[in-house]
């Protein structure tokens, strides 16, 4: 107890924990679209409730792996070389992450536009989604991302209250956010379009870091915004052009 009077008597710890739940924040904004297109694809009276699970055993197992930093940190040690490339164990679960959430962006965007032109031979039928196999892939996907932010919050910081509080105040806001996203993106569908190639790039981007190649996220978001700014002109358009014709 003593050593967390002592930490919040620290200017800097607080630096640090406003730096790492923006960092976490930030991160999150990935798995927070990726969470709203797919409990979109559940029963509108089973979305809430998945999300509400996926999100809160996201955590616990963020929280769980926080426990075991030290192994997390182990991760980056290279394993084995090809072509005088060494690989890690971090690696490894960037490029797996990285091509599982390409595969999805990309049979969900073969999805959407075969059901607006009508080739779907799925279109009608029962979808193979429940709430535990979403919460699954919400769980898989969120691993990834946790050993990535873990990573980059050891070398932020070395007190682990602090890693603790940002990754529980990130959730929280998370949690706070998924249901009027999903309901933003269920209600305008050329967002859905917009969120997926999100996904792509993204996923992209982490198939880039497993292999070394280092992408600065910062032009990441930038583009993401600048082209979120765009889908929102066009939805003030299109708004506008339909009160005109009412």
């Known amino acids: 107890m003593d050593e967390l009077i002592a930490l919040a008597e620290e200017p800097a710890a607080w630096a640090a924990l406003a730096t790492l739940v923006v960092m976490e924040v930030v991160l999150g904004i990935d798995n927070l679209i990726f969470i709203s297109i797919l409990s979109n694809k559940l029963p509108e009276a089973q979305r809430a409730r998945t999300q509400r699970i996926g999100i809160g055993l996201a955590l616990v197992m963020r929280l769980g792996l926080l426990g075991t930093v030290a192994l997390i940190v182990r991760l980056t040690n290279p394993l084995f070389s090809v072509f005088d490339h060494a690989f890690s164990w971090r690696d490894l679960i960037l490029i797996s992450g990285g091509l599982f959430l390409v595969w999805k962006a990309t049979t969900e965007i073969h999805h959407h536009v075969a059901?607006?032109?009508?080739?779907?031979?799925?279109?009608?039928?029962?979808?193979?989604?429940?709430?535990?196999?979403?919460?699954?892939?919400?769980?898989?996907?969120d691993l990834v991302f946790s050993i990535d932010s873990i990573v980059t919050a050891v070398g932020m910081t070395e007190h682990i209250p602090i890693m603790f509080i940002a990754v529980i105040a990130a959730v929280a806001m998370m949690l706070f956010a998924a249901g009027p996203l999903s309901r933003f993106i269920d209600r305008n569908p050329t967002v859905v379009m917009l969120a997926l190639g999100f996904l792509l790039v993204i996923g992209m981007t982490l198939v880039a870091e497993g292999f070394g190649s280092h992408v600065p996220k910062g032009y990441i978001y930038a583009a993401m915004a600048f082209s979120a700014f765009v889908e929102g002109l066009n939805m003030l358009a299109r708004r506008a052009k339909k009160k005109r014709l009412s």
């Open 115 to 141: 059901h607006e032109t009508g080739d779907d031979p799925l279109d009608g039928a029962p979808t193979t989604l429940t709430p535990w196999s979403a919460i699954g892939q919400i769980l898989m996907l």
